[in-house]
């Protein structure tokens, strides 16, 4: 028995470093799950072929995108700082801090400043029929 219980713990010990280099497995951990623009407008499928521009957009502390509006689908996701986005078409005024997803709505005139004295900044995601801008700014 006493040579039973050397070799099972050289066993042991020998399983110890395989245990201990197996890689953690992936977490996925849900951000939002949203049905509807911002303006509660639905979230539809793009028709045809389809190009996903993908941009980094920091606002400045204080500074403000002017009036405009996306003819295509923009999602944004709010990487630092806070951003206040007035809907000029339907009067709602929204905050979004860091850590929160937004669904842009399309063909709706709005504006978006920087809260809190810092920079916004933003990862937005835009599909668009290949070749085509999603921002059109509103004439002054």
Known sequence: MTKLFPLAAALALLALPAAAQTPP??????VAV????????????PQGPVQVTVTETTIPAGGAIPA????????????????????LDTGTVQMLKA??????????WHTGVSLEGKPAKLLV????????????????
Do not use: C, W
């Open 99 to 108: 850590g929160m997803f937004a669904v842009e709505a399309r063909d709706q």
């Open 68 to 87: 405009h509006k996306h003819p295509f689908p923009r999602y944004a996701y709010i990487l630092e700082g806070a951003l206040k986005v007035t809907n």
């Open 25 to 30: 497995g992936a977490v996925a951990v849900p």
């Open 125 to 140: 995601i835009d599909q668009t029929p290949p070749g085509q801008a999603n921002m059109v700014r509103k004439a002054p």
């Open 34 to 45: 949203i049905d509807a623009t911002m303006s509660g407008q639905p979230i539809l499928l």
